[in-house]
């Protein structure tokens, strides 16, 4: 376009009036610019305030999150580690039960081991004692099945 006005103004026209218009034209587009440079750097800055203001209140949020969710957090360590603790104790309790159990269980099972040993030497005492016996017994069975014979021919009976 600055090349169709430069053409159809004369040469000696263009060589001097043209740089005056050119410095007209850049101070005029200049003082325009200003006004528009200045409101863009007041928005930016409205802007970049208010852009300041929500990232703190964002961070005072957040911030109150974190310690909301860290209380939380602390109180819910101290609930497992409560009840952690009261598992541990009924764990032992049980445990010591149990050993006291077997501890039983084995007393009795060594008093009836005992008891077993000790019928066990009654009964084998029993039948040595019965062992013995028999012979005579055997020897007692003859005689008085001798004794009813010899009656019966004496005619006792």
Same mark, same amino acid.
């Given at each position: 376009?600055?090349?169709? !006005? =430069?053409? &159809?103004?004369?040469?000696?026209?263009?060589?001097?009036?043209?740089?005056?218009?050119?410095?007209?034209?850049?101070?005029?587009?200049?003082?325009?610019?200003?006004?528009?440079?200045?409101?863009?750097?007041?928005?930016?800055?409205?802007?970049?305030?208010? !852009?300041? @203001? $929500?990232?703190?209140?964002?961070?005072? &949020?957040?911030?109150? /999150?974190?310690?909301?969710?860290? @209380?939380?957090?602390? =109180?819910?360590?101290?609930?497992?580690?409560?009840?952690?603790?009261?598992?541990?104790?009924? !764990?032992?309790?049980?445990?010591? $039960?149990?050993?006291?159990?077997?501890?039983?269980?084995?007393?009795? =099972?060594?008093?009836?081991?005992?008891?077993?040993?000790? /019928?066990?030497?009654?009964?084998?005492?029993?039948?040595?004692?019965?062992?013995?016996?028999?012979?005579?017994?055997?020897? /007692? =069975? /003859?005689?008085?099945?001798?004794? @009813?014979?010899?009656? $019966?021919?004496?005619?006792?009976?």
């Amino acid at each position: 376009m600055a090349k169709k !006005i =430069a053409e &159809k103004i004369p040469s000696w026209i263009s060589r001097i009036l043209l740089p005056e218009i050119r410095n007209i034209v850049k101070e005029e587009i200049s003082s325009q610019l200003k006004p528009i440079d200045e409101k863009i750097e007041e928005r930016t800055k409205a802007l970049d305030a208010k !852009i300041e @203001e $929500k990232t703190k209140s964002l961070e005072a &949020k957040i911030s109150a /999150l974190d310690s909301k969710i860290e @209380e939380k957090t602390k =109180a819910l360590d101290s609930k497992i580690e409560e009840r952690t603790k009261a598992l541990n104790a009924k !764990i032992d309790a049980i445990d010591a $039960k149990i050993s006291s159990l077997r501890n039983e269980m084995n007393e009795k =099972a060594k008093s009836l081991e005992d008891k077993i040993s000790s /019928l066990r030497n009654e009964m084998v005492a029993r039948f040595d004692s019965i062992e013995k016996r028999l012979p005579l017994i055997e020897r /007692l =069975a /003859l005689l008085e099945a001798r004794m @009813e014979k010899i009656e $019966k021919h004496i005619g006792i009976h």
